[in-house]
């Protein structure tokens, strides 16, 4: 099979002048489209053996003397393709900030105390109805160098391959009802028809009675391509 | 019913502890993949890629992370879609950031692909599938490969070909003059990724 295209009215454009960094870094000359071959249609595969014990347990997996401060979150989600079809046995890779809206990087020099107790990076794999799953402690927001008074909205990375080079994606997860998100020049890069797939919804029904707030986040990645037209002989 | 694609976001400056942990030295997390994709039972020619990333002053770029995807020796990918299987022990995928190097490079070591054949033949020249990602970076960029070396193969390349005569040797690794022995003899190929400019990369919407 091959796949859809990117599609240019979900995913942000190479420049986004609001967002300073794209001017100098975003590539400037058209894309050349390219006929998928093996090349693309192949691509990594990782699957459960691929993920640690505590991986997918950011409260767990930094420890050192004791729990993580913030409010514990149960992240939800499934992947499927744009035909709607789960995508079993997937890997999703995470990484955020902490509690504190400060990330363990050493390029990180935001004026937040660090959490000893959490490192703020994980993984897991989809099960095969396509569903993922992971722990974590809700990220704080920080300030960023873009733009005077600039603040980053809560949000937490992700990472996926997808069945094949064309369906990888790295995007951010954001949360309801952040004020920060009509003021953040990497959201409003989105286009804005595309904009709320980036947002998570809070789900009662995730929320495990207790001990951790549910969050949902499902991630559509790209699907079939269309099937080539039989041309005339 | 489909709600469409997930968009794509930055990768950020802070990806390195969560994609490329061990490569930074965070320990609290394996790395799922990294710079060294040669194994000790995979034959064939030991080679390096190195290269940096530059924006659009022609400075180099320190927090990108880049990502590689090859065909073995035989041309042969580790992926169910490439029915002719038989690619054992090579998986040909690479991920380095370009944060530890002193001089920033990514520097991947590697064996060079075989030629990729689609339709029973080889159609395609040996090449290496590269993925851009980094901060300021909003939608993940791919480029090619080739290598200077296979001067034959390149020049009836379909994927090159489609490519304007002016902008092909942007794909076109370099092979680096002999006699620096910092990579145990092995051919050192270079391959800078330029994000704008004149001679900027050329990448494809795959």
């Known amino acids: ?233 | 019913m489909s709600k469409g694609q997930t968009p794509s976001q930055t990768v950020g400056p802070y990806f390195a502890y969560g994609l490329t942990p061990e490569q930074y030295s965070y320990p609290a997390l394996a790395s799922i993949a990294s710079a060294n994709l040669r194994s000790p039972d995979v034959a064939g020619q030991p080679i390096r890629i190195e290269g940096r990333v530059l924006d659009g002053n022609g400075d180099v770029v320190n927090d990108a992370m880049i990502e590689i995807w090859q065909a073995d020796p035989q041309g042969r990918y580790a992926h169910p879609a490439d029915a002719r299987g038989g690619n054992i022990g090579f998986k040909g995928f690479g991920r380095c950031g370009t944060g530890t190097d002193a001089e920033n490079r990514f520097v991947f070591d590697t064996v060079k692909p075989g030629a990729v054949g689609d339709r029973g033949g080889d159609d395609q020249a040996p090449h290496i599938t590269v993925i851009v990602f980094m901060r300021g970076l909003l939608s993940h960029l791919y480029t090619r490969i080739y290598f200077a070396d296979e001067a034959e193969a390149n020049a009836k390349d379909p994927v090159l070909q489609s490519v304007p005569a002016e902008r092909r040797g942007t794909l076109i690794a370099a092979l680096k003059e002999p006699g620096r022995d910092e990579a145990g003899g092995v051919p050192v190929y270079r391959f800078d990724i330029h994000m704008q400019g004149d001679a900027e990369t050329v990448f494809f919407d795959v």
Not at chain 1, 78 to 103: H, I, S
Not at chain 1, 104 to 125: S, W
Not at chain 1, 128 to 145: H, L, T, V
Request: a negative charge; proline letters at 10%; glycine letters at 10%.
């Open chain 1, 1 to 233: 099979m091959t796949y859809a295209p990117r599609d240019w009215r979900a995913h942000p454009p190479l420049i986004a002048p609001d967002y300073k960094s794209t001017r100098l870094r975003g590539a400037t000359k058209p894309l050349i489209p390219i006929k998928q071959s093996l090349s693309e249609l192949t691509g990594p595969v990782f699957g459960q053996e691929s993920v640690g014990e505590l991986d997918n347990d950011l409260t767990k997996n930094g420890r050192k003397d004791g729990a993580p401060l913030g409010e514990r979150i149960v992240v939800c989600g499934t992947v499927v393709d744009e035909a709607g079809r789960p995508q079993p046995n997937m890997l999703v890779e995470v990484w955020q900030a902490n509690a504190a809206g400060r990330y363990i990087h050493t390029v990180d020099q935001h004026d937040a105390p660090l959490d000893p107790n959490f490192f703020g990076g994980g993984r897991c794999v989809t099960d095969d109805q396509g569903n993922y799953r992971f722990y974590s402690i809700k990220p704080g927001a920080y300030p960023w160098g873009n733009h005077p008074n600039a603040w980053r909205p809560n949000h937490i990375h992700f990472s996926l391959f997808g069945p094949s080079l064309c369906t990888r994606l790295v995007t951010q997860m954001y949360f309801p009802g952040d004020p920060l998100l009509d003021l953040d020049p990497i959201f409003l890069g989105t286009p804005e028809a595309a904009r709320d797939r980036l947002v998570s919804q809070f789900d009662l029904s995730l929320t495990e009675p207790e001990f951790a707030l549910g969050y949902r986040f499902d991630i559509v990645l790209r699907g079939p391509g269309e099937t080539p037209m039989e041309t005339g002989r």
